[in-house]
């Protein structure tokens, strides 16, 4: 993807709160009551009721990005609404990079340095007054903490604790916001091939083997072969038949690498 014009959207105004239940619920309660013409980013200080994938408990770490950008998708039908998410992890992915971060992105919006986390995603689909199909999308990382939490699901990493310094976290919200926008823009714009090949290209699923927790049923591993046109993840089981996955838990057997 070449970045010639791609992040030249003007800035995106945000507005910015100290204390909210959920960015996300914050956004919806406002969008169910106006008709969304333009994108709106809030970012809170502190949330009391975040969330991530499959209704888990976002934890809050000190010094914290915890943001949401509304954007109206007028021209995407409902079932490419999962390609939002990919755009927004392309986006946030190459703003840590410049940061100095070796950012990958672990399916389908987690966003790694190393085999850690340091960035949840987490993509809402709603309608406006008008009845007019709008993403929300809930970005939080882990930025300035000094330390992460024992007992965590998966392993969790904090800029400071990588690049050894403190990052501006209030550039990362603006850059973040504005990134976004541009890549959900190049997706409704007709782009979302070239979008999913820079996602797979930066994607640590592809090419390994992985374990896949349904969200019912017994998991089972196989192994990431591509990234399809509709996002889902393509998985070929250790029988040779080829899945595709758009709602499970994906992650990396610990014997293999990329």
């Known amino acids: 993807m070449s970045n010639d014009g791609l992040f030249a959207t003007a800035l995106i105004k945000v507005e910015r709160l100290k204390v909210v239940d959920s960015t ?3 956004l919806k309660r406002r969008i169910a ?6 994108p709106i980013v809030i970012a809170a200080e502190e949330q009391t009721a975040g969330r991530g994938r499959r209704g888990r408990t976002w934890l809050n770490s000190n010094g914290a990005v915890l943001m949401s950008i509304a ?3 007028d021209g995407i039908m409902p079932e490419c609404f999962p390609l939002v998410n990919h755009a927004a992890a392309v986006a946030v992915s190459r703003v840590l990079r410049e940061l100095g971060a070796d950012t990958r992105i672990k399916w389908p919006n987690d966003i790694l340095i190393g085999e850690a986390k340091v960035c949840g995603i987490l993509s809402d689909l709603v309608f406006d007054r008008k009845n007019f199909p709008c993403a929300i999308i809930g970005i939080g990382i882990n930025a ?5 939490p024992d007992g965590l699901m998966y392993p969790a990493v904090s800029l400071k604790l990588v690049l050894g310094h403190e990052v501006d976290v ?3 919200i603006e850059t973040i916001g504005n990134r976004v926008f541009s890549c959900v823009q190049m997706f409704k714009e007709g782009n979302a091939r ?3 090949n820079d996602y797979a290209v930066e994607c640590s699923t592809i090419g390994r083997e992985i374990t896949v927790v349904p969200c019912t049923g017994d998991e089972w591993s196989g192994f990431a072969v591509e990234i399809a046109d509709d996002g889902r993840l393509m998985v070929r089981d250790d029988q040779g038949v080829m899945h595709m996955i758009d709602a499970a838990d994906v992650s990396v057997r610990r014997d293999n690498s990329k």
């Not at 009551?33 to 333009?38: C, D, K």
């Open 71 to 73: 954007v109206p998708l």
């Open 170 to 172: 209030n550039y990362l």
């Open 33 to 38: 009551v106006i008709n969304l013409e333009r």
């Open 144 to 148: 300035n903490a000094d330390s992460m």
């Open 24 to 26: 996300n619920e914050e």
């Open 194 to 196: 070239e979008l999913l």
